[in-house]
């Protein structure tokens, strides 16, 4: 079990970068894919990227490909989120998640540990 722990969220003008951490604690960090979500008010939660155990494999949703990294260190419990080319559209509660799998789980519904989320906000 891990309970993941969200950080760096704030207020940036568009075309600005920020980086999200997300630490996780327990023991077994290393067997668990990671993703980032994101909600928007008034909208439904979406994932935004998620990354395998390994930190092999990942996959972004299409709004922020060749913008967004997703990246892990297993060593320090700890994935992050670089954020590039910021834009209004972004803004919204980014949460972090957790599931114990081999595989790299896409939707929300599938993961089972969540954070309490850090506000991201992007003026224009």
């Known amino acids: 079990q891990v309970q993941p722990v969200e950080s760096g969220g704030g207020l940036v003008q568009a075309g600005g970068s920020l980086r999200l951490s997300c630490a996780a604690s327990?023991?077994?960090?290393?067997?668990?894919?990671m993703g980032w979500f994101r909600q928007a008010p008034g909208k439904e939660r979406e994932t935004v990227a998620v990354i395998n155990w390994t930190g092999g494999i990942t996959y972004y949703a299409d709004s922020v490909k060749g913008r967004f990294t997703i990246s892990r260190d297993n060593a320090k419990s700890t994935v992050y989120l670089q954020m590039n080319s910021l834009k209004p559209e972004d803004t919204g509660v980014y949460y972090c998640?957790?599931?114990?799998?081999?595989?790299?789980?896409?939707?929300?519904?599938?993961?089972?540990?969540w954070g309490q989320g850090t506000q991201v906000t992007v003026s224009s």
């Open positions: 998640a957790a599931k114990r799998s081999f595989t790299i789980p896409k939707n929300s519904y599938e993961y089972d540990y």
């Open positions: 327990g023991r077994t960090f290393s067997i668990y894919a």
